[in-house]
């Protein structure tokens, strides 16, 4: 894993950034909602510990779909960005939406639709990432190779809108229908969007991959993460099995692996870059998979850096597993909890399906 790893500089700082998530239900009370058969007591449910010891101590959860089937939600989030970094809609130059969970899926339709919410002039073309947890980390990388002076990132997963369906747990057809209900067991809404500026002074870096052709030592890194078969060409809707296949499944053992490999060559590669960063930032943030393996992962790091832990944000416990939101969240929440300030430094690091991870280095304006 110690292969050199190509990053980009980039001259932008965080100008401005909004984020909201759901109603937090307990566990206990999403499993009372959600109602996941226990396969080895029939006729009985999951409880929320049931669901705990397995896919780890998530104690509540963002889970609103009465609240995120409203799209104006997103608008008024990027909205509140942009009045942070005091900008108008014509003072955008790019505009990036971002999500696993669009509300609809052809021609990035959710993309013009932001726009033309927001005034953005008609001659900016929109960039819709369909991307998983790593989102952050291809936006960055894509930013790194613009000269845009002012970008705006808009984020968002709906989660319970895909998830709410019975099909997550009866389903009998899917490659993976065993562990469906993982999936919406886990993962949560939420919507979040940033600005990033353009500064002469600024000093970011940003290291993207894919792992698919190589991961560090080994060959490439095949398996997607997330399976999701149903609805495209192969499984176009209206044909039969279509609608059990339209549906997010982990693959467990491929995330935890992915998610370790690929964090640890995040750092080797922000280290190679400047072997120092870790110290130099005010904050460490990292994908919130979910509570056993960013606890983990966190607890490593810090063992093998001396970093102290208190450098580090967590709420995978709290939140659930807020997909591309999630580091957005934490940086919100610690800038309004003052635990971050104008002229700071953050690394974010993270991993997601597809599969594919990030790293970068910025300031806060």
């Not at 669901?51 to 990027?78: C, M, Y």
Request: hydrophobic share 35%; proline share 5%.
């Amino acid at each position: 894993m110690n292969g050199e790893q190509q990053g980009q500089t980039f001259k932008y700082k965080l100008a401005g950034i909004s984020t909201l998530i759901g109603q937090v239900v307990s566990m206990d009370e999403w499993a009372e909602m959600f109602k996941v058969p226990h396969r080895k007591k029939p006729g009985q449910y999951l409880t929320g510990k049931d669901i705990q010891k397995i896919i780890g101590p998530v104690e509540s959860k963002s889970w609103d779909p009465d609240l995120f089937r409203d799209f104006t939600h997103v608008v008024n989030v990027a909205q509140e960005a942009m009045q942070a970094a005091g900008l108008g809609p014509n003072d955008i130059d790019v505009v990036m939406v971002a999500s696993s969970t669009p509300y609809e899926v052809q021609l990035d339709y959710d993309s013009f639709r932001l726009m033309r919410a927001l005034g953005i002039p008609d001659h900016i073309p929109p960039l819709q990432l369909a991307a998983g947890c790593a989102g952050m980390g291809r936006a960055l990388s894509l930013a790194a190779r613009l000269q845009a002076k002012n970008i705006l990132v808009v984020t968002y997963e709906v989660s319970s809108l895909y998830m709410v369906s019975p099909i997550y747990r009866y389903n009998s057809v899917h490659p993976l229908r065993d562990s469906l209900w993982a999936s919406p067991a886990l993962f949560s809404d939420g919507i979040a969007a940033i600005v990033l500026r353009q500064h002469d002074d600024a000093q970011g870096y940003s290291l993207y991959s894919r792992d698919s052709l190589s991961f560090g030592d080994e060959a490439g890194f095949e398996d997607p993460l997330i399976h999701y078969p149903g609805g495209g060409g192969l499984n176009p809707p209206g044909v039969e099995r279509n609608e059990e296949l339209s549906c997010y499944a982990m693959a467990g053992e491929q995330t935890k692996r992915y998610y370790a490999k690929g964090m640890k060559l995040n750092h080797l590669g922000l280290a190679q870059y400047n072997s120092n960063y870790y110290n130099e930032v005010a904050r460490i943030y990292t994908h919130q998979a979910s509570p056993n393996m960013v606890e983990s992962y966190i607890e490593q790091y810090c063992h093998e850096t001396q970093v102290e832990q208190g450098k580090f944000s967590t709420h995978a416990r709290r939140y659930g597993n807020l997909v591309i939101p999630s580091t957005l969240k934490l940086i919100h929440d610690d800038l309004k909890e003052n635990k971050l300030h104008s002229g700071d430094d953050i690394a974010v690091l993270v991993v997601g399906a597809g599969p594919e991870r990030g790293a970068f280095l910025i300031g806060i304006e």
